[in-house]
């Protein structure tokens, strides 16, 4: 059963995992080599990991392709998006949460890989959907 507990959980492995990359490449890298890492730390952790896979939008009676890609899905629940930029800006948290709300997923990270500091470039996106589930 999917729970809050459970993607919280999940969230936290994800976030050590991001650090474990971070930790031996450090920043200043292309986003591309941070999500394929990342990408093989998840998996290596024993998670799902679906990457660069197209987002459809569903309109009316139709699916449109908006050229929407998410960088990482893990465990088809959490969306991951991936920066590699020295400012953090609004639109990136307004593209996680277009995605979200296209995937009706409960959670999303973003994560800033171009920083000193790697914890405090994470950020947690919640969805109502998430709201929805049990505690535990």
């Known amino acids: 059963m999917i729970t809050q507990q459970y993607i919280e959980d999940l969230s936290f492995k994800i ?22 890492c990342l990408a093989y730390e998840l998996k290596a952790a ?8 197209s987002i459809p939008v569903k309109y009316k009676n139709m699916e449109l392709d908006c050229q929407l ?4 899905l893990v465990e088809d ?15 990136f948290k307004a593209q996680l949460i277009t995605y979200l ?9 973003l994560i800033n ?3 000193l500091n790697i914890s405090k470039s994470i950020e947690s996106v919640v969805t109502p959907d998430f709201a929805l589930l049990p505690k535990n």
């Open 77 to 91: 629940l959490i969306v991951v998006e991936l920066k590699a930029v020295d400012i953090m800006l609004p639109i």
């Open 69 to 72: 890609r998410y960088d990482l």
């Open 46 to 53: 024993g998670l799902q990991v679906k990457y660069q896979q």
């Open 113 to 115: 890989f171009n920083t």
């Open 15 to 36: 976030i050590g995992c991001s650090i474990e990359v971070h930790k031996n490449l450090g920043p200043g890298l292309l986003e591309s080599i941070y999500e394929q």
């Open 101 to 109: 709300k296209l995937l009706h997923k409960p959670k999303g990270l």
